[in-house]
């Protein structure tokens, strides 16, 4: 191999990119082709290497000291830079497949983490922060201001703030000299409301009322904020889920810096999300509303394409899902029954978690001593317009229009019990399903009213939680690239990845009484509970994100090849990154399994 041809070869591999051209001759002159054959023991704790190794051709296994196989590495991945920087390891190197590698000096590759910043903090990063790094390079080129805006990147208004017991006529005057219709209201406990024209036309003009009122008089308090460091697409999800026109801006010392305004969001996006929104609101009409609906896949891809985090999509596709819901709701259920139910979405639209229209998970719960057979034909009309409007239905009819589905605040109450007396595996699905139950119209005191009651019921009900996480464990998850290399190449990755985190925090969120349905928020809240430590919560977030991301980009493939979606990936259509991105979340996943293993006491039960 060349010259040229080594450093086209090592320029492929990161973190190799990164060094200077006299790093890299340094690297190359210090760098020799060897050969190992299968079974060949390359690094033991006994025998620490003298060089670096870059896979040419072959495949190499790291086995810990119990001979599990942890990690299998394939033609351009690289190791063991720990040997080399600390002298020590724990496990075993060992050639599967007969290797062809390069080889790279001890001395000099020591040499170029000490004169490469971004070289030595790959290899001394951890697991988070390598996920993070190679997502970065993977995505560099789609990265755009959706990804990467943070507030204060944008155009900020300078906020007229007047403190409270100051006349309104005074207020208008000071708005007039920032060329602002906005007055921002600030009491002397540091609160802020707000003062818009609308509110004025509206509590003033209309009303015949004195300019020289107070402010406080008018204003709504609180007035929602976001922090000027606060990623721009949070604020701009924030907005949306409001149905408002403008928010403060704040520092770490939660002063007001600012008035962002929704125009300067859209022209800085400059995408049509907005407009499906707008399109939901003023639907006067069921089929106007389907029409605001299908919109949804081109804005999924729109934002895909753009290098925003499936997080975030998830996040904003739910946001205008429940729009829809509660709109439909209205259309179709009269104003007199509205008030006595509450319109539930469950599963993964309970958890905010599905991005492309896949199934119904739906319920509706009725106040009691409330007739529900009215309700009956208004619910079918419910799922067969979520049908025509392109939501799946559920394959296993956990939709609104069947009656199980469909009953009153105690006859869920009974359901429950028998959930928790009577364990089988279709309890424990519908229990688990209806834990996520989140309230997207009607009464949201009767969803509240039935998660109490299911909390109550669980205390001290510690087999029964260790049997319902035990399902974390249901589906293998590949523990080696070999595992989900496969002859058929097709690997479900809602099983072997999404659903054992997903199902884990929610069996530790179900204990600890957490009312939060999104799984990123549960891990959050579990960390600050002290139930998760800081990497394993930062590592699950990594891992979910990035499965979540291989999983949306298969279901965007499938959708434009007009196929039906599911949740397999191919896995020989991944990229070296997106391998390596997978073999690491695969890990970080197997690890949380013991966790919750751990924790659950799972291997004490039958």
């Known amino acids: 191999m060349s010259l040229r041809d080594q450093k086209e070869f090592l320029s492929q591999i990161h973190p190799f990119e990164l060094l200077d051209e006299r790093q890299m001759d340094k690297c190359i002159k210090h760098m020799d082709i060897a050969y190992y054959p299968k079974d060949e023991i390359l690094i033991t704790p006994e025998r620490i290497p003298e060089h670096f190794f870059i896979i040419i051709k072959g495949i190499v296994h790291e086995y810990n000291e ?6 299998d590495f394939h033609q351009q991945d690289s190791f063991d830079a720990n040997s080399l920087i600390y002298g020590k390891t724990k496990n075993n190197f060992k050639v599967y497949e007969d290797l062809i590698c390069y080889e790279i000096e001890k001395i000099a590759f020591l040499e170029l983490i000490e004169e490469n910043e971004g070289f030595k903090n790959f290899f001394l990063n ?3 922060n390598k996920l993070q790094t190679l997502k970065e390079k993977k995505y560099t080129s789609e990265l755009s201001s959706f990804m990467i805006a943070r507030v204060a990147d944008t155009v900020l208004h300078p906020p007229c703030i007047v403190e409270e017991g100051t006349k309104l006529i005074d207020a208008i005057e000071k708005s007039m000299e920032f060329h602002t219709s906005t007055i921002i209201v600030k009491k002397q406990n540091g609160e802020f409301g707000i003062i818009t024209d609308s509110l004025l036309k509206v509590k003033v003009l209309l009303q015949g009322r004195d300019l020289n009122i107070h402010v406080e008089d008018i204003a709504i308090f609180p007035l929602l904020a976001v922090n000027q460091d606060d990623y721009l697409f949070d604020a701009f999800s924030l907005l949306i889920k409001k149905n408002i026109k403008r928010v403060g801006v704040v520092d770490n010392d939660c002063q007001m810096v600012g008035i962002l305004e929704q125009i300067d969001v859209l022209s800085h996006f400059a995408n049509h999300t907005y407009v499906v929104d707008s399109k939901i609101k003023n639907a006067k009409t069921i089929e106007e509303l389907k029409e605001a ?4 896949i081109n804005t999924i891809k729109t934002l895909n394409a753009k290098g925003v985090k499936v997080n975030h999509i998830s996040n904003l596709i739910g946001q205008l899902n429940t729009k829809v819901y509660k709109k439909l709701y209205k259309f179709i259920v009269p ?5 006595d139910a509450c319109f539930i979405v469950m599963g993964s639209e309970g958890r905010n978690e599905q991005i492309m229209k896949t199934d119904q998970d739906n319920a509706l719960v009725v106040k009691d001593g409330v007739d529900v057979e009215q309700y009956r034909p208004y619910m079918q009309q419910m ?3 979520l049908i025509d409007f392109g939501y799946p239905p559920c394959p296993g ?8 589905w469909c009953k009153t605040v105690s006859e869920y109450k009974s359901e429950t019990k028998k959930w928790i007396e009577n364990p089988d595996m279709q309890n424990y699905m519908d229990l688990a399903i209806f834990f996520d139950a989140f309230a997207v119209a009607g009464d949201k005191e009767l969803l509240i009213n039935l998660k109490d009651d299911l909390f109550n019921k669980l205390h001290d009900k510690d087999v029964f939680m260790a049997y319902f996480a035990k399902a974390t464990l249901t589906f293998d998850t590949p523990s080696t690239v070999a595992n989900f290399m496969t002859k058929s190449h097709n690997i479900d990755i809602k099983k072997t990845g999404v659903f054992p985190v997903v199902q884990g925090i929610r069996s530790l969120a179900l204990r600890e009484r ?6 990123t928020n549960r891990i959050r809240i579990l960390e600050q509970k002290k139930i998760l430590e800081s990497q394993m919560a930062n590592e699950l977030l990594e891992a979910f994100d990035v499965l979540n991301t291989l999983r949306l980009k298969a279901h965007l493939q499938k959708a434009q090849d007009n196929v039906k979606i599911n949740n397999e990936v191919d896995t020989h259509k991944l990229g070296k990154i997106e391998r390596d991105l997978l073999k690491d979340s695969f890990k970080i996943v197997n690890d949380f399994k013991k966790f919750i293993t751990y924790t659950f006491k799972i291997d004490k039960i039958s």
């Not at 009819?397 to 199980?404: H, R, T, Y």
């Open 383 to 385: 799922t067969e317009s």
């Open 66 to 71: 119990n001979e599990e196989i942890l990690v």
């Open 335 to 339: 104003k007199e029954l509205q008030k």
């Open 514 to 519: 957490i009312r939060e349905t999104r799984t």
């Open 397 to 404: 009819n956990i939709m609104v229009s069947n009656p199980f």
């Open 293 to 296: 609906s299908s919109e949804f």
């Open 126 to 128: 951890n697991l988070v």
